[in-house]
């Protein structure tokens, strides 16, 4: 009999390389591909690439797999840069992973894997799918669970994901936990076992956040205001700062820390006040757009169900005032700190993901 075919993502990262290695211990015919997303300048400075495609190639070698190098860089930029760009335009802070996910990894990666007969897709996330009983190939019923490691949990960014993609894709690591998966690459004697997880947006890797969107979105400059109306400043341009922020605003003097608590588009003005616990910054209710149901259906009105406005943030108990197929909003039991337009709510069902929208 044929073995099935599982096309892995694999980024040079320690998750994805034990993912794949798993793969192949179950039987699968494993193929390794590595994804190009961004090239406008890749350079050694501040990208990795070219390290992590030498890190890929090196655990495929050692493993005993084939891969290849796929650019998805043009339809990066389309579908999701521009996007990047359009949301701190308009204000607003996007979370380009959760596109990333949904339009590169699990589309344009899905959809180049099918053709090269694949079965499966699989990656390195911490997530799990529960399958319908007497039905695991069925595009309909299945599940996106947390991972068994709360501590690295993905599926907040995975909730834009829909019942065909879920059908065709594995997280082999979703029972596992992440000090366990260094400890068997370890062992394994994977070249990668000891290499830094990424952090932050691929395409600015470790360059200053603020000189990199300074490129694309010229500085506009406005005053800085408490919401009372005192000028306490200057701002470089709205685009640069985010709700919550409490770094890189120069305002001096005595007191508590200053922090970012709204914008006012209009009148180009940036909203501050003293203090993590002013109550600017603490928000009960919320309304989401460009919902997306991961769970395939659009979750009833009631209680009983938690959300994160944020990746680590904890689940916070909320009601589901209203959905559809648009757009959710919801209502939290306790204020919610810092709730920041462009970033995604996402819904809970216990352990359950049942799909979420933009923050707007």
């Known amino acids: ?106 589309k344009a990666f899905l959809d180049h894997a099918l053709s090269l007969g694949a079965d499966w897709i699989a990656t390195g996330h911490y997530a799990r ?19 068994a490691d709360a501590s690295k949990d993905q599926s907040y960014f995975l909730y834009r994901l829909n019942q065909a993609q879920l059908s065709k894709t594995l997280f082999p690591l979703g029972d596992w936990l992440k000090r366990d998966v260094r400890r068997l690459a370890y062992e394994l004697g994977l070249p990668n076992h000891a290499k830094r997880d990424s952090t932050g947006i691929c395409f600015i890797g470790e360059r200053p956040f603020r000189e990199f969107l300074m490129r694309y979105l010229p500085a506009s400059p406005g005053p800085m205001q408490t919401p009372e109306g005192r000028l306490v400043g200057t701002h470089q341009g709205l685009m640069y700062y985010t709700i919550g922020q409490r770094q890189g605003l120069g305002i001096g003097g005595p007191g508590q820390p200053w922090y970012v608590v709204a914008k006012d588009l209009e009148g180009n003005r940036l909203l501050v006040a003293q203090g993590h616990d002013h109550p600017a910054l603490f928000k009960d209710r919320l309304r989401g757009t460009s919902a997306s149901w991961v769970s395939g259906t659009i979750p009833r009105s009631r209680q009983a169900y938690t959300a994160k406005t944020r990746y680590r943030q904890p689940d916070a108990p909320c009601t589901l005032v209203r959905a559809d197929s648009e757009t959710c909003e919801l209502g939290f039991d306790h204020p919610q700190w810092a709730i920041t337009p462009g970033q995604s709510v996402v819904l809970y069902e216990g352990e359950v993901c049942l799909g979420g929208g933009i923050i707007c």
């Open 1 to 106: 009999m044929a073995r099935e075919k599982a096309i892995v993502g694999m980024s040079g990262g320690v998750d994805s390389s034990v993912a794949a290695w798993l793969l192949k211990e179950q039987g699968f015919e494993v193929v390794g591909l590595f994804m190009k997303n961004w090239e406008d300048d890749d350079t050694d400075e501040y990208c990795t690439s070219r390290e992590d495609l030498i890190d890929a190639v090196s655990v495929a070698d050692c493993i005993g797999i084939d891969i290849e190098a796929v650019n998805f860089s043009a339809e990066y930029r389309e579908r999701v840069f521009h996007n990047f760009l359009a949301e701190y335009r308009a204000g607003r802070t996007p979370n380009p992973d959760v596109l990333c996910n949904a339009e590169i990894k699990f």
């Open 129 to 147: 799918i529960r399958r319908p009983e007497g039905n695991p190939r069925g595009e309909a019923g299945s599940e996106l669970l947390k991972a």
